[in-house]
């Protein structure tokens, strides 16, 4: 089995982080390099009076390992001489993305049979996956956190006590009433030169609204639809190319329930 490597920078997995029997517990969060400061800012805000330490780790590089083989079922595993020194974890969204790979050297280098590849291709996987991931995915103050399906990956917890916006989000799945949702889509036709602009309107073929375009690359993205309407014929209206064609589809590593 070998595998591919895309460096990557733009994940939020936690991941604990063995320490010695004279050392404090700690997390690694992983998070949009262009949000880190903020980021940083609002744990301070919240940690309150607790004694915890919020700083950032720029020695670590973090990787995806992607099996070469998609049908692949043996887990990646690191040359034991680096064990003690990198943290290598199955990617906690989906099995679809792989595994996480955290070290201070180069990746290639960690796991048997490791190859170096391109960062375009990781976020075209993913896109095909349907995995969102940093603010150009999901937007602060805009990308809801069901309608993103980050409860199909391990990032929303409904056992949990108090968080911002627990009570929105726990009443929204209880009641199990989620119109919008965010789907991988596929574009044909002739594509602007720049791409497709973030919030361009999704229509149907009858020119209704059926929701807006999100973000992506090349030919792939994902766009935020009403569920009822991704089956019919549905299209962005652009103004160099004029109509390109976009098909959405529904991942099959998602719950049964919601297909």
Known sequence: ??????????????????QHADQEPAFLLECDSSVLDALQKHL??????????VE???ELHVWA???????????ATLLQEHKSTAILTRDPRTARMGWRLLAQDKGSTLVPGGQLGDLQDYHRHRYLQGVPEGVHDLPPGVALPLES????MNGVSFTK???IGQELTARTHHMGVIRKRLFPVQLSGPLPANGIAPGTTVL???GQAAGKYRAGQGDVGLALLHSEKIKGPLH???AESGRVALTASVPDWWPTTTK
Not at 44 to 53: G, Q
């Open 149 to 152: 399906n980050l409860a199909f």
């Open 204 to 206: 149907t073929e009858s």
């Open 236 to 238: 962005i209206r652009t």
């Open 56 to 58: 950032p780790c720029p």
């Open 161 to 163: 006590g108090c968080y």
């Open 44 to 53: 301070v805000l919240h940690k309150i009076r607790r004694k915890v330490t």
């Open 1 to 18: 089995m070998s595998y591919r490597f895309r460096v990557l920078r733009r994940m939020r997995p936690r991941l604990w982080v063995p």
């Open 65 to 75: 390992v992607l099996s070469c083989d998609p049908e692949g079922a043996s887990g």
